[in-house]
């Protein structure tokens, strides 16, 4: 059973930083590309990073860029998504993603932005706010 638990969420004011952690278990972590999406609001999903199995390859939406690093530690089955210099449009609760790589089309994905995700956890609320 896939299991993904995003922590690290919270309250910081613009300009500020949070590291978000997400913590993997059920599958061969290192197997896998990971990603985060985010959703605020009244909004559909928003794909904010991804990055490889081998997490040398890094990928960030134009929005992040230059800000936000992904990375991974396949010892430990964990993904991470440093934030700096926050705004109040990152506001939203972010998810964690694994990348559904070779495995089968089955009744449990997520499309974002033309990416396919089958396992994802509960989210972690991220608000940037004076």
């Known amino acids: 059973e896939v299991q993904l638990v995003e922590s690290g969420g919270g309250l910081v004011q613009p300009g500020g930083s949070l590291r978000l952690s997400c913590a993997a278990s059920?599958?061969?972590?290192?197997?896998?590309?990971m990603a985060w999406v985010r959703q605020a609001p009244r909004e559909g999903p928003e794909w904010v990073s991804a990055?490889?199995?081998?997490?040398?390859?890094?990928i960030y939406a134009h929005s992040v860029q230059g800000r936000f690093t992904i990375s991974r530690d396949n010892h430990d089955n964990t993904l991470y998504l440093q934030m700096n210099k926050l705004k109040p449009d990152d506001t939203a609760v972010y998810y964690c993603?694994?990348?559904?790589?070779?495995?089968?089309?089955?009744?449990?994905?997520?499309?974002?932005?033309?990416?396919?995700?089958?396992?994802w956890g509960q989210g972690t609320q991220v608000t940037v706010s004076s």
């Open positions: 990055i490889n199995s081998g997490g040398d390859r890094p």
């Open positions: 993603a694994k990348d559904i790589g070779s495995d089968p089309m089955g009744d449990n994905f997520w499309t974002v932005s033309g990416y396919e995700y089958n396992g």
């Open positions: 059920g599958f061969t972590f290192g197997n896998y590309d």
